[in-house]
């Protein structure tokens, strides 16, 4: 079992910056790739970034070189810095991480508000 706690959500002004974190705890050897995915209202999940453990990142093409994933090995924790925000990117935030091949884990949510 992996668990997962994001934090780093909140309220903030187009064009701002937020830095979202989770924080993954228990069977994490197993871990090979974490992520970040967003739910806005009405709409389906949606991915916006993930990191392998390799380090090789992947991003949604409508997050590209605005927001930026990384992990921190040594604290099993990873980052989604956001920058250039827009009303658009409003959506509850969940971190993912794949184990094994087969099992996703989901941390609980984390929302983020931008204000026009």
């Known amino acids: 079992q992996v668990q997962l706690v994001e934090s780093g959500g909140g309220l903030v002004q187009a064009g701002g910056s937020l830095r979202l974190s989770c924080a993954a705890s228990?069977?994490?050897?197993?871990?090979?790739?974490m992520g970040w995915y967003r739910q806005a209202p009405g709409k389906e999940r949606a991915l916006v970034a993930t990191?392998?453990?390799?380090?090789?990142?992947n991003y949604a093409d409508s997050v590209k070189g605005r927001f930026a994933i990384s992990r921190d090995t040594a604290k099993n924790t990873v980052y989604l810095q956001m920058n250039s925000l827009k009303p658009e990117d409003t959506a509850a935030y969940y971190c993912?991480?794949?184990?094994?091949?087969?099992?996703?884990?989901w941390g609980q949510g984390t929302q983020v508000t931008v204000s026009s």
């Open positions: 993912q991480a794949e184990a094994g091949g087969v099992y996703i884990y």
């Open positions: 228990g069977s994490i050897r197993g871990i090979n790739a």
């Open positions: 990191i392998t453990s390799g380090g090789r990142t």
